[in-house]
C-alpha cells in the first residue's frame, strides 16, 4: 500500500491524499484549496491522476477544505462512491450546495470587470449541478460498521471535531493506515470526545496547531458570560461573527447552558444566517453523535434553542433587529466579517461604545475581523469610513482543533504507530509538532507536496 500526499501538505487547505494498493486507487478527502485566486483556480482544477481512475473517496468530515473539491473531481470523470458517516453526509450536501453559489457569485463579479477589459469570461470552478451530482455519490457509514473497498477494509471513528467528522482507519493484508482527519478536543461542546484507533503502521495525522495550546473550553464560557452580562447592564448589543456550520452551534449551546444555570440574564438571542438555520437543523437530525450532556438537555428540549433563542432566516425580519433599542445578541455569518448579515449589524452597533463585538475563531491576515481585532479604527464596512467604539473582546478557547498536547496525548492513546506523517498544518507548526514527536522516540516526517510512502 502506498500513500501519496497531494493536498494540505505544509498548509492547512485542500486536504487530499491518493492511498493506491494492487489497481485500487482511493482518495482520502477532496478538499477545496483556498487562496490567492489564479493560485486556487490552477490547484482545484487540475488533479495529478485521471479523476476517472479513482474507485472511492474516503471523506473525513464535511468542512469545504476537505469536501469543497468533489463536484469538480465529479465533473471531470470521477463515477465511484463517496463514503462518509450519515451526519458528514447531510452537512457535505449544505455546504457543497453553498460553496456551487459562492462560486457562481465570485464568477459573475470577476467577469464584470473582465468584460470591462474586454477579457472572455471565465466559468466557475463547478456548478449547482456539479455539486449536486457529488451530493448522489455519498454514502453513508456509521462509525464503527466496517466497509469494503477494493481490498481495503475501512472504519469511521468519531474524530470529535465537528458534527459526523471521522478518523479513517484502512486495513489491507495486516497493514493499517490511520488518517485522523481534522482532530478535535476532549470537552467539546455537544459531540463526544475524539475515539483513540486501533495500532497503525502508518498515522496521517493533522497538526493545525502542532506548537500551541488552547484555553480549556470552561474559561470561554466564562468570558462570553461576563461580556454579556456587562454590555446587557449597559444596554448594548453583543454581536458575534460565527461560521455556520458547527461555532454557531458551539455559541448557541453555551448561551442556552448559561441562561439555564442563571449566569446569564434572559436576553433575546437570534441566530442571523439561513445557513446556520440550516446547520442547526442538521444537528437536531443527528443526536446519534451527541456526547452525554447534549443527550441529557435534549431530553429536557431543544439544546440549541429555548425560549430566548429564535432562528432568522428573512432579510425583513434581519433589517427589523436594527430597530431594536433593547439589549439582545445576534450572532451571525461570516466568522471574519467578510460577508454576510454581520456587517450589516456591524454597520449599525460599530460606532456605539456601549456595545459588544465577540470573536469566537481565529481571525486571518487581512480580513475585517482581523483588524477589529487588532484595534484598527476607523474601519471602512460597505465601502464606508466607520470609527470603531464598540468593545472587542476575543475568546479562544472553541477551537475545534487538539493543540498540541492532545494531539501528542492521542498519538499515546494508541497502541502502536509505526511511522506518524504530518499535514493540515502550517509548515512551521508541522516541524515544530514532528520535533516534538521525535523526541518521544516515534518516526515523523512532514512529507512535501506529492510525496510517497510505501506502507
Ligand atoms: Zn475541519
Ligand atoms: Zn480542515
Not at 489497481?23 to 482545484?44: E, K, P, S, V
Not at 476537505?66 to 465529479?74: I, K, R
Not at 476575543?394 to 498536547?405: G, V
Not at 497502541?415 to 506518524?420: K, L, N, T, Y
Request: charged content about 25%; aromatic content about 6%; glycine content about 8%.
Amino acid at each position: 500500500m502506498t500513500v501519496t500526499f497531494l493536498g494540505a501538505v505544509r498548509t492547512v487547505t485542500g486536504s487530499m491524499h491518493l492511498v493506491e494498493t494492487g489497481d485500487t486507487r482511493l482518495l482520502l478527502d477532496c478538499g477545496l484549496f483556498q487562496g490567492r485566486r489564479a493560485d486556487a483556480r490552477r490547484i482545484n482544477s487540475e488533479f495529478p491522476f485521471p479523476p476517472s481512475s479513482i474507485d472511492a473517496v474516503l471523506l473525513s468530515h464535511a468542512h469545504l477544505d476537505h469536501c469543497g473539491n468533489l463536484p469538480t473531481l465529479v465533473r471531470q470523470g470521477f463515477g465511484g462512491k463517496i463514503l462518509c458517516t450519515p451526519a458528514t453526509r447531510d452537512l457535505a450536501a449544505l455546504i457543497l450546495r453553498d460553496s456551487a453559489e459562492i462560486q457562481h457569485q465570485d464568477v459573475n463579479f470577476a467577469n464584470k470587470a473582465r468584460a470591462r477589459q474586454g477579457q472572455p469570461p471565465l466559468q466557475p470552478l463547478y456548478t449547482i449541478d456539479d455539486a449536486e451530482q457529488a451530493i448522489r455519490r455519498l454514502r453513508p457509514v456509521p462509525y464503527h460498521q466496517t466497509f469494503q473497498v477494493g481490498p481495503a477494509t475501512g472504519v469511521f471513528y468519531d474524530a470529535g471535531h465537528i458534527l459526523g467528522s471521522a478518523v479513517t482507519v484502512l486495513t489491507v493484508e495486516g497493514r493499517t493506515i490511520v488518517f485522523s482527519g481534522d482532530l478535535g478536543r476532549t470537552a467539546a461542546p455537544i459531540i463526544r470526545d475524539p475515539e483513540f484507533p486501533p495500532a497503525a503502521d502508518l498515522l496521517i495525522m493533522e497538526a493545525t496547531y502542532g506548537d500551541r495550546r488552547h484555553e480549556p473550553f470552561e474559561r470561554g464560557g466564562r468570558k462570553l458570560a461576563d461580556v454579556v452580562r456587562g454590555t446587557v447592564r449597559r444596554g448594548g448589543t453583543i454581536l458575534i461573527p460565527a461560521f455556520a456550520v458547527g461555532r454557531t452551534q458551539d455559541i448557541t449551546y453555551t448561551l442556552h447552558r448559561l441562561q439555564d444555570g442563571g449566569k446569564i440574564p434572559a436576553v433575546p438571542t437570534f441566530v442571523d444566517s439561513p445557513m446556520a438555520t440550516d446547520a442547526t437543523a442538521i444537528f437536531r437530525q443527528h443526536p446519534e453523535v451527541f456526547d452525554a450532556e447534549t443527550l441529557a438537555r435534549l431530553s429536557r428540549g431543544d439544546p440549541f434553542g429555548g425560549r430566548d433563542i429564535r432562528y432568522v432566516r428573512s432579510v425583513e425580519e434581519s433589517k427589523e433587529l436594527n430597530a431594536r433599542h433593547d439589549p439582545f445578541i445576534v450572532v451571525a455569518t461570516s466568522g471574519m466579517c467578510e460577508s454576510g448579515r454581520i456587517l450589516h449589524h456591524l454597520r449599525h452597533h460599530v460606532g456605539d461604545p456601549q456595545s459588544s463585538l465577540v470573536f469566537v475563531a481565529f481571525q486571518a491576515a487581512d480580513t475585517l475581523g482581523r483588524r477589529l481585532v487588532d484595534g484598527v479604527t476607523p474601519v471602512r464596512i460597505f465601502d464606508e469610513s466607520y470609527e470603531v467604539r464598540l468593545q472587542v473582546h476575543r475568546i479562544e478557547s472553541y477551537s475545534a482543533h487538539a493543540d498540541r498536547d492532545e494531539l501528542v496525548a492521542w498519538v499515546g492513546r494508541m497502541p502502536r504507530v509505526g511511522q506518524i506523517c504530518l499535514v493540515h498544518g502550517e509548515e512551521q507548526q508541522c516541524m515544530a509538532l514532528a520535533r516534538h514527536l521525535g523526541r518521544r522516540g516515534i518516526k515523523t516526517i512532514v512529507p512535501q507536496r506529492g510525496q510517497r510512502v510505501t506502507v
